[in-house]
Nanobody, 114 residues
Framework: QVQLVESGGGLVQAGGSLRLSCASS????????MAWYRQAPGKQRMLVAS???????VYVSSVKGRFTISRDNAKNTVYLQMSSLKPEDTAVYYC????????WGRGTQVTVSS
């Protein structure tokens, strides 16, 4: 069974940077899109950024210009470079890989202190 494992989360001060990574434990064929979601305490899970197999990206407006999503197709790995972090970015971040099936990671905590 394929599992996604996120890494790179942690505690950072406002204005700092973090780079999240998400790798699959096995091969995933015909990957379509990859994405990062986040869920803050007491709030619904929401899309942060997505990237298609051709490299087209979409960002939620609150992270545009601060976050960058990228992918390594050969490794079925997706990254999220986060810069100029704000306390409101604090959340559990989940990666998603969509192929014939949809795979979710278990999440990694990002905490931004003011």
């Amino acid at each position: 069974q394929v599992q996604l494992v996120e890494s790179g989360g942690g505690l950072v001060q406002a204005g700092g940077s973090l780079r999240l990574s998400c790798a699959s434990s096995g091969s995933i064929f015909m990957v379509n899109s990859m994405a990062w979601y986040r869920q803050a305490p007491g709030k619904q899970r929401m899309l942060v950024a997505s990237i298609t197999s051709s490299g087209s990206t979409v960002y939620v407006s609150s992270v545009k210009g601060r976050f960058t999503i990228s992918r390594d197709n050969a490794k079925n790995t997706v990254y999220l470079q986060m810069s100029s972090l704000k306390p409101e970015d604090t959340a559990v971040y989940y990666c998603v890989i969509v192929s014939k099936n949809t795979y979710w990671g278990r999440g990694t905590q990002v905490t931004v202190s003011s």
